[in-house]
């Protein structure tokens, strides 16, 4: 059964570094996604892309957040200048249809901890 | 916005018996989904409920969905050790909203 894949699945970093996290989505989706889940809370949405552009961010994808899809295949998230605020799981999800119903297939995740 | 919230927050009981979840919401949704999250580790997805219904059945799995009182809820019958797990609802919009809202999810022991 396809599946949504995560690369790394453990990034340390130290504060003020660049990271790029990446994701392979199941190859015929449309949309994609990605979330992230602070140690003991909610899993919050940070952003939707479709057709090579952001369709939907929320407040916490500031300017030092950006994403990609450089091929065919690939997705990352890029935080440009990390902060120790940054340490969370970020997932990668997609979804292969917008309109009515759709469900969105989520990777097993990267544990980012920043220090 | 519209938030899942889950309760109760905790749940423990013994193999075998049947466990019930609870989620609410604020607004109006498009879908409402279930989600089981291992420690640590990804979502899985475990059911799609729509707006326009009211139950739905998966193997072991029984959701319902009552948009009057903007709640749903999960049983899992005949529960087994391997289904200790957090369970979370996420809904989604109208308006073709593409985001899903994660309630704080329901931690479920399940003692042999």
């Known amino acids: 059964e396809p599946e949504v894949t995560q690369t790394p699945s453990h990034q340390v970093t130290q504060m003020g570094q660049e990271v790029i996290l990446r994701c392979v989505p199941i190859?015929?989706?449309?949309?994609f996604y990605w979330y992230r889940q602070i140690l003991g809370q909610k899993v919050e949405f940070l952003v939707s892309?479709?057709?090579?552009?952001?369709?939907?961010k929320s407040e916490i994808f500031d300017d030092q957040f950006s994403v990609e899809r450089p091929d065919g295949s690939n997705f990352t998230l890029k935080i440009r200048s990390t902060k120790l605020e940054d340490s969370a799981m970020y997932f990668c999800a997609s979804s292969p249809n917008r309109q009515g119903t759709y469900e969105q297939y989520f990777g097993p995740g990267t544990r980012l901890t920043v220090t | 916005s519209q938030q899942g919230e889950e309760d109760p927050q905790a749940l423990s009981i013994q193999e075998g018996e049947n466990a019930t979840m609870n989620c609410s919401y604020k607004t109006s949704i498009n879908n409402l989904q279930w989600y089981r999250q291992n420690s640590g580790r990804g979502l899985v997805h475990l059911i799609l409920i729509r707006s326009n219904e009211r139950e739905k059945h998966s193997g072991r799995l029984r959701v319902t969905l009552d948009t009057s009182k903007k709640s749903s809820s999960l049983l899992i019958t005949a529960s087994r050790a391997a289904d200790t797990a957090s369970y979370f609802c996420?809904?989604?919009?109208?308006?073709?909203?593409?985001?899903?809202?994660f309630g704080q999810g329901t931690r479920l022991t399940i003692n042999p």
């Open positions: 996420a809904t989604d919009g109208i308006q073709g909203a593409q985001k899903l809202v």
């Open positions: 892309f479709y057709n090579n552009e952001i369709s939907e």
């Open positions: 190859s015929n989706h449309l949309y």
